[in-house]
């Protein structure tokens, strides 16, 4: 007789009583954090990171030094050294796409001149493509519901074809870094393809190729939609969109695993498949799908969206864990280190009003700003509050990638392609900066035990 098959992803009783021991042994008293100086997630109560390394490929400003005391102040950000607001205002008012001409800064830390940047747009089309048989074998074979994970797995799978995976020269990785920052936006479509195919029962397959006269975020929209087509406005705002997600400074978690991993010396393939695995956690990549859920929640709870009243009550009811996903929190409202202002949330702001009046969809964009104004005075008057909170780019991120008609599915990976640019630039800065393995300290609070042999326990 055939032996039965185990179900692996059975939760089998014996499993939950394990779980339990586990949670038994394993908890620790918070105050013990407190008692120990041990700032948990390496943030203190002010919102301030411990200081574990140095870069300068990005810098946060959140606040402002004024008679010896720290103030909160609207927010900046800067690629190596240039504010946010100017990059943007630069391609913008010349009309052109700006993700390329990002990444060559944050790689390079220098704007190109318009030789480089045409001579590395060139280098990227010319890396725009996957191994002989990779789509087919790897992509469409084995589709996934999750497309973080299918990135990851044809991140590593690249080891495969490499023929110097582990050379962790400079000009090595930096070729590395290159074909994925290339690559990625296929990992990501065609991942989707074969997933709604083949799990979600869609009836159309199609796979279209990169063409190398188009911008990254053209190309996104090219692949994925079946007639190709799209606005100019719908590219420049997904372009824009990369832009602001392609880089935020060291500390946040996807980057720092970034610069954890590669100070081991491993190969480029293991570091930014690590990052894409952080990356993937709701916690840091998957607020906008978080943000896009909570406000289909409202639309359908609120009557009136232009009833400023109503539209409070209901996010008090969020804010008390009476409604939504019981968590207590309004998504897309407060950040990790910004206080007054997220200013990734003001440029993004003005383009998905133009889009919102493309789509039709101006009444959606009121909600928006409505929940936007009110949520921060909601929340400072329930919550004791070690500083300001405001929208964050994930707030409007999720609106944006909603009224262009991308599945969410793709909404983390996008953020991941990114993002690519800012991990490259900071596994090339931890490689040329290496010393040491990134090894911080844990202090055991278990008391010591005398062994007792397994007759006697």
Request: charged residues 25%.
């Amino acid at each position: 007789m055939a032996k039965e098959k185990r179900n692996y992803a059975e939760i089998t009783p014996e499993v939950e009583r394990l779980a339990e021991l586990c949670v038994a042994d394993s908890w620790i008293e918070p105050q013990m954090y407190t008692e120990y100086k041990v700032f948990r997630g390496l943030r203190d109560l002010n919102g301030n990171g411990v200081l574990t390394g140095l870069t300068e490929v990005s810098e946060i400003q959140s606040k402002k030094t004024v008679d010896g005391v720290d103030q909160p102040c609207e927010g900046k950000l800067f690629y190596r050294g240039y504010e946010i607001n100017d990059l943007v205002g630069g391609f913008l008012k010349d009309g052109r796409f700006g993700f390329e001409e990002t990444t060559y800064l944050l790689l390079f830390g220098e704007l190109p001149t318009q030789e480089q940047l045409a001579d590395f747009k060139a280098l990227l089309a010319d890396y725009r493509s996957l191994p002989n048989s990779f789509v087919r074998d790897l992509i469409m074979k084995a589709p996934s519901e999750n497309m973080m994970n299918s990135m990851a797995r044809s991140v590593l799978t690249m080891y495969s074809y490499d023929k110097n995976p582990d050379d962790v020269s400079i000009p090595n990785v930096l070729r590395q870094c290159l074909q994925l920052i290339a690559t990625f936006p296929m990992m990501a479509v065609y991942g989707y393809q074969a997933y709604d195919y083949y799990l979600d029962d869609s009836q159309s397959f199609f796979i279209h190729e990169p063409r190398p006269d188009l911008s990254t975020a053209e190309n996104i929209l090219h692949m994925l939609r079946i007639d190709s087509k799209y606005t100019e406005l719908e590219a420049k705002i997904l372009d824009l969109a990369l832009v602001l997600h392609a880089e935020h400074g060291g500390g946040n978690n996807s980057t720092f695993t970034t610069h954890v991993v590669s100070s081991s010396g491993t190969d480029t393939y293991s570091a930014i498949a690590a990052a894409l695995g952080s990356l993937k956690g709701p916690k840091h990549g998957g607020a906008n799908i978080k943000v896009v859920e909570m406000f289909r929640d409202i639309k359908e709870h609120v009557r009136d969206w232009n009833d400023r009243d109503e539209i409070a009550a209901y996010l008090q009811k969020i804010l008390h864990k009476e409604a939504f996903d019981q968590s207590g929190l309004i998504y897309g409202i407060g950040h990790a280190v910004y206080s007054l202002s997220d200013p990734r949330a003001d440029i993004l702001r003005s383009f998905v009003e133009r889009l919102s009046d493309e789509k039709k969809l101006h009444a959606e964009y009121n909600l928006y700003a409505a929940v936007e104004d009110l949520a921060p005075k909601l929340i400072a008057g329930e919550r004791k509050m070690y500083k300001g909170v405001s929208a964050n780019v994930d707030f409007y991120s999720g609106f944006v990638y909603d009224m262009l008609g991308l599945p969410t599915e793709l909404y983390t990976p996008i953020f991941a392609i990114a993002r690519i640019a800012g991990w490259s630039a900071h596994r090339l800065e931890e490689l040329i900066n290496a010393s040491k393995i990134i090894r911080p300290a844990y202090m055991n609070v278990h008391p010591r035990r005398d062994y007792k042999a397994l007759t006697e326990r």
